[in-house]
């Protein structure tokens, strides 16, 4: 299974995925960000790699030979707002037979902005915090990666990170996963998704059509 942990800039998604792989040492945590380091080491550097169709072509490559020959799981925390990208990353691996749990990870954008904020000044002191830069550099500003919660696609898996602590975000994915696995080899009895107040799963009527994880 492939577990994918999407959300905006500072959601949690790198915290969430240490605490999944501390709970599965035999997964393989993938960061699909190096792919766009190691292009940037052949093309000139700048701007969003998200934007390159090479760099989304060998996310999914380099996911589907990680996943087939080195793990049974997956770990891949990576931000995904924007629609069309997130459609043929996470169709592309669907389409090659793989089992994909999409996690959106939710935050009010006040809590975002004061975590990258954080960030920013830890490296910076003078910085004036970390939307103006980014932005700049073609980055989705806070607000999109908000707004992007409202149209994930049916199956994804909605978790309030500024609500839930990491443990907590882990116990919502772990349950889910095994509920997937569970309903796609047929077991009866299989265990529900952890109820909380702070998860939901997005319904097949709610956000903008497009493809659903399988």
């Given at each position: 299974?492939?577990?994918?942990?999407?959300?905006?800039?500072?959601?949690?998604?790198?915290?969430?995925?240490?605490?999944?792989?501390?709970?599965?040492?035999?997964?393989?945590?993938?960061?699909?960000?190096?792919?766009?380091?190691?292009?940037?080491?052949?093309?000139?550097?700048?701007?969003?790699?998200?934007?390159?169709?090479?760099?989304?072509e060998l996310v999914v490559?380099?996911?589907?030979?990680?996943?087939?020959?080195?793990?049974?799981?997956?770990?891949?925390?990576m931000s995904l707002v924007?629609?069309?990208?997130?459609?043929?990353?996470?169709?592309?691996?669907?389409?090659?037979?793989?089992?994909?749990?999409?996690?959106?990870?939710?935050?009010?954008?006040?809590?975002?902005?004061?975590?990258?904020?954080?960030?920013?000044?830890?490296?910076?002191?003078?910085?004036?915090?970390?939307?103006?830069?980014?932005?700049?550099?073609?980055?989705?500003?806070?607000?999109?990666?908000?707004?992007?919660?409202?149209?994930?696609?049916?199956?994804?898996?909605?978790?309030?990170?500024?609500?839930?602590?990491?443990?907590?975000?882990?116990?919502?994915?772990?349950?889910?996963?095994?509920?997937?696995?569970?309903?796609?080899?047929?077991?009866?009895?299989?265990?529900?998704?952890?109820?909380?107040?702070?998860?939901?799963?997005?319904?097949?009527?709610?956000?903008?059509?497009?493809?659903?994880?399988?």
């Amino acid at each position: 299974m492939i577990l994918w942990l999407n959300g905006g800039f500072g959601s949690g998604k790198t915290t969430l995925a240490e605490e999944l792989h501390r709970r599965l040492p035999d997964a393989l945590v993938y960061d699909p960000e190096d792919v766009g380091l190691l292009l940037w080491r052949w093309l000139p550097p700048g701007g969003d790699f998200q934007h390159l169709p090479s760099w989304r072509e060998l996310v999914v490559a380099t996911a589907l030979s990680l996943r087939r020959h080195h793990a049974q799981t997956l770990v891949v925390p990576m931000s995904l707002v924007r629609d069309a990208y997130r459609d043929e990353i996470l169709g592309g691996l669907a389409d090659a037979g793989e089992d994909v749990l999409h996690v959106f990870l939710e935050a009010d954008a006040e809590v975002l902005r004061e975590r990258l904020d954080a960030r920013a000044r830890a490296l910076h002191p003078d910085s004036p915090g970390w939307e103006p830069g980014a932005v700049a550099m073609g980055l989705p500003p806070v607000a999109e990666s908000v707004a992007a919660a409202r149209r994930q696609p049916p199956g994804t898996l909605l978790l309030r990170s500024d609500r839930l602590t990491p443990a907590e975000l882990a116990d919502a994915v772990l349950a889910r996963a095994g509920t997937d696995r569970a309903a796609a080899s047929g077991s009866a009895g299989s265990a529900g998704s952890a109820g909380s107040a702070g998860s939901r799963s997005q319904s097949p009527g709610a956000g903008a059509s497009s493809r659903a994880p399988r």
